[in-house]
């Protein structure tokens, strides 16, 4: 069974940096994958972050974008996020998805998930 943990959130300033960080287990490999991330504020609707597919074209909502990077390790087979320049407003729970490039804007469109992790920015 496929499993996706996500880790590195925390309470940061704004302005500050964190890199999220998404590991499958499972015998998934990331690689092969189309990849995630999303996000969901209480009582909002899940927002797609970042995506970044098979080849390893990365695609941003234009609320992150110039501020987030999605990449993979393929040693590691780890999905990140690094996330520079956090404002308030991206205070949100966090998850590493697995699903197409149109999940970005339909975030429905994710199938495996992971529990997801908190990141919290201060004003």
């Known amino acids: 069974q496929v499993h996706l943990v996500e880790s590195g959130g925390g ?3 704004a302005g500050g940096s964190l890199r999220l960080s998404c590991t499958a287990s499972g015998g998934w490999t990331i690689d092969i994958y189309h990849m995630g991330w999303f996000r969901q504020r209480p009582g909002k609707e899940p927002e797609g972050v970042a995506h970044i597919d098979n080849y390893g074209s990365a695609m941003y909502a234009n609320s992150v974008k110039g501020r987030f990077t999605i990449d993979k390790d393929h040693a590691k ?3 990140y ?3 520079n320049d ?3 407003e991206d205070s949100a729970l966090y998850y590493c998805a697995e699903g197409p490039p149109v999940a970005l804007g339909r975030p429905c469109q994710f199938g ?3 529990h997801g992790t908190q990141v919290n920015v201060s004003s």
């Open 86 to 88: 956090l404002k308030p």
């Open 11 to 13: 309470l940061v300033q």
């Open 112 to 114: 495996t998930w992971g």
């Open 77 to 79: 087979n780890t999905l």
């Open 81 to 83: 996020l690094q996330m």
